[in-house]
C-alpha cells in the first residue's frame, strides 16, 4: 500500500521560511518522480515543483521561482520543498504526489501523478 504523508506546515508569519516534507513508504521511491501542488480555498490545485527520480532534474511553476526549491533523499524515501520569502498568498494546502511512470518532462498537472498524500496545511499571515 503506497502512503505519502507531507509534514512541516503550519502557522507562519509573512517573510519566514518553511521546509516540508513528504515520507513515502510502499513504493520504490527512488523510481518516482515527485512533485508537489497546492490548493487554496475556492481553487483548484496547482502545480508547485517536481523533482526527477535521481534529483537532477527540478521544475517550478513560474510563480514561485526563486523563493520554493525542491528536493529528495532517495535513502530516506523523503522528498522536500523548502518554501522561503514566506507571503501570505502562499497560504493553501500543499500535497506531495508521485509519479510512477518517471514521465520526461517533469508532469506539470495533476494528471501526471498516481499517488498523493493528504496534505498539510501552510497558513501565511501578514
Known amino acids: 500500500q503506497v502512503q505519502l504523508v507531507e509534514s512541516g506546515g503550519g502557522l507562519v508569519q509573512a517573510g519566514g521560511s518553511l521546509r516540508l516534507s513528504c515520507a513515502a513508504s510502499g513504493l520504490t521511491f527512488s523510481s518516482h518522480n515527485m512533485g508537489w501542488f497546492r490548493q487554496a480555498p475556492g481553487k483548484e490545485r496547482e502545480f508547485v515543483s517536481a523533482i526527477s527520480r535521481s534529483g537532477a532534474l527540478s521544475s517550478h511553476a513560474d510563480s514561485v521561482k526563486g523563493r520554493f526549491t525542491i528536493s529528495r533523499d532517495n535513502a530516506k524515501k523523503t522528498a522536500y520543498l523548502q518554501i522561503s520569502s514566506l507571503k501570505p498568498a502562499y497560504t493553501a494546502v500543499y500535497y506531495c504526489?508521485?509519479?510512477?511512470?518517471?514521465?520526461?518532462?517533469?508532469?506539470?498537472?495533476?494528471?501526471?501523478?498516481?499517488?498523493w498524500g493528504q496534505g498539510t496545511q501552510v497558513t501565511v499571515s501578514s
Open positions: 504526489a508521485a509519479d510512477a511512470r518517471g514521465r520526461f518532462p517533469l508532469a506539470p498537472a495533476t494528471a501526471g501523478y498516481d499517488y
